[in-house]
């Protein structure tokens, strides 16, 4: 889980948590067709999920490499926009919500389910189930409860 720019679980609001300095920082610069539309900066919460959030790191620098090219989110597409409830990208395996890889292999397990989505500007995986998380991620553009947070990793 990520903070990008309700009351949870011990009444952390995680979408306005103040920013830990240990947590590294990383960046998109975003554009529209060819017009730069702005940068999204995200604190990744290494500290409650440091797995996932060293792959979302390491997607996000180019640090990744396969057959030493960079691996990663570099051109990569908003794939899903749902109104009041999630963007969706990451899949620079296909480009269409199929594709998964993460630098720890092809999925990897979950990690924390400690925090929860309060809010928008969330960051946190898109997978298809327990066990099934990778390259693609989820950004909250409102508050989301119950099933997402028991299904999906926050970093």
């Not at 830990?20 to 529209?32: G, L, Q, R």
């Not at 630098?103 to 995986?125: C, Q, R």
Request: proline fraction near 6%; include cysteine; charge should be positive.
């Amino acid at each position: 889980m990520a903070s990008v720019g309700g009351t949870a679980s011990g009444g952390v609001e995680w979408h306005v948590r103040p920013p830990n300095p240990k947590n590294p920082i990383v960046f998109f610069d975003v554009t529209i067709g060819t017009i730069p539309a702005g940068r999204i900066k995200m604190e990744l919460f290494a500290d409650i999920a440091p797995k996932t959030a060293e792959n979302f790191r390491q997607f996000c620098t180019g640090e990744y490499r396969k057959a030493g090219l960079p691996v990663g989110y570099k051109g990569c597409q908003f794939h899903r926009v749902i109104k009041d409830f999630m963007i969706q990208a990451g899949d620079f395996v296909k480009g269409d919500g199929s594709g998964c890889v993460s630098i720890y292999g092809h999925k990897f397990e979950d990690e924390n389910f400690v925090a929860k989505h309060t809010g928008p500007g969330l960051l946190s995986m898109a997978n298809s189930g327990p066990g099934t998380n990778g390259c693609q991620y989820q950004i909250t553009v409102h508050m989301l409860s119950g099933h997402a947070d028991k299904r999906v990793n926050m970093y």
